[in-house]
């Protein structure tokens, strides 16, 4: 079992991939697990849970290549 840690970005706007980063050097510093949480207008919140072992590459190409709608 591990503790959850949840990072918010400011704005309203999708995570760059330097806050993605980030979040994986906190769960690895911290030895927990990261939900990262923005906001889309017209769509609401969005996450995505980063631990070590979470593959950046695929998780950076996931979040910028998603299509938030109505």
């Known amino acids: 079992m591990k503790e959850l840690r949840t990072l918010i970005i400011e704005g309203e706007r999708r995570p760059t991939e330097g806050e993605i980063l980030e979040a994986q050097t906190f769960a690895r510093t911290k030895k927990c697990i990261v939900e990262l949480r923005w906001f889309i207008p017209h ?28």
């Open 43 to 70: 769509s609401g919140w969005k996450a995505r849970i980063i631990s070590e072992e979470t593959n950046i590459e695929e998780l950076i190409m996931a979040i910028n290549t998603a299509i938030y709608s109505l």
